[in-house]
């Protein structure tokens, strides 16, 4: 479960979050500069909140008043970008793979078959970077963030620039996620249809809080 109770404040709006997370996929909604990427960045810990607390499945990574700052590495916490972002020399093989590198064995929670497999990645194994389509390379870089056995996965608009045809091909690789996979997800983005296809429970973050949808 997660949990968050802080404050984080930026030159254009201050965010004040109070979060208790128990479901598989919860959705967050919002409109551009709302303060969507900034809630991940501190949970994931690319930024830092002055005051509060979060913390993952009874760990805490942040506690101001203890002084606690777990660093990222430690957090368990896989982020996936609006945009991929794979090693360009290497191929989808060794890309997927380079999030094995730094697990130990016993911390595994997914097999490099069942992955590419529920993600539809066979025909793609060889090729490089340069040969992906936006919506194939958005898909092995889930992959990778499976493969590295996260806690938590949060998704930053990850279909933000794609066309119409190939978020319809994605959504689904999301719901799969959603029903098979026994890791938790936060999914945000400004378009309200992509959680109501994944059937998300949705908050919204207006003025720097979390509401109801």
Same mark, same amino acid.
């Given at each position: 479960m997660l949990k968050c109770d802080f404050q984080y404040r930026h030159a254009d709006f201050q965010l004040n979050v109070e979060? &208790?997370?128990? @479901?598989q996929l919860l959705g967050i909604v919002g409109p551009s500069g709302s303060g969507k990427s900034t809630l991940l960045k501190n949970i994931v810990g690319l930024l830092k909140p002055q005051q509060?607390? !979060? @913390?993952?499945n009874g760990q805490v990574f942040? /506690?101001?008043?203890? $002084?606690? /700052?777990?660093?990222?590495?430690?957090? +368990? !916490? %896989? =982020? !996936?970008? @609006? $945009?991929? =972002?794979?090693f360009p020399h290497m191929n989808v093989k060794q890309n997927l793979l380079y999030a094995e590198k730094l697990l130990d064995q016993t911390e595994q929670k997914?097999?490099? /078959?069942?992955?590419? &497999?529920?993600? /539809? #990645? +066979? %025909?793609? !194994?060889?090729? +490089? %970077?340069? @040969? =992906?389509?936006?919506? &194939? %390379?958005?898909?092995?870089?889930i992959g990778r963030a499976?493969?590295?056995?996260? $806690? #938590?996965?949060?998704l930053d608009e990850p279909l933000t620039g794609l066309d119409?045809?190939?978020k319809q091909q994605i959504l689904p690789f999301f719901k799969r996620m959603k029903d098979? =996979? $026994?890791?938790?997800?936060?999914?945000?983005?400004?378009?309200?249809?992509e959680l109501e296809y994944l059937e998300a429970e949705t908050l919204q973050l207006h003025q720097g809080t979390l509401q109801p949808f």
């Open positions: 979060l &208790e997370m128990q @479901q509060g607390c !979060i @913390q993952l942040i /506690d101001t008043q203890q $002084n606690i /700052d777990v660093p990222m590495y430690q957090r +368990k !916490i %896989a =982020l !996936i970008f @609006q $945009n991929a =972002l794979l997914f097999q490099f /078959d069942e992955i590419v &497999e529920l993600l /539809d #990645l +066979k %025909a793609l !194994i060889q090729r +490089k %970077a340069h @040969q =992906l389509s936006g919506g &194939e %390379a958005q898909r092995v870089s499976l493969l590295s056995s996260p $806690n #938590l996965l949060l119409r045809s190939l098979e =996979l $026994n890791v938790p997800m936060i999914y945000v983005t400004h378009h309200p249809e």
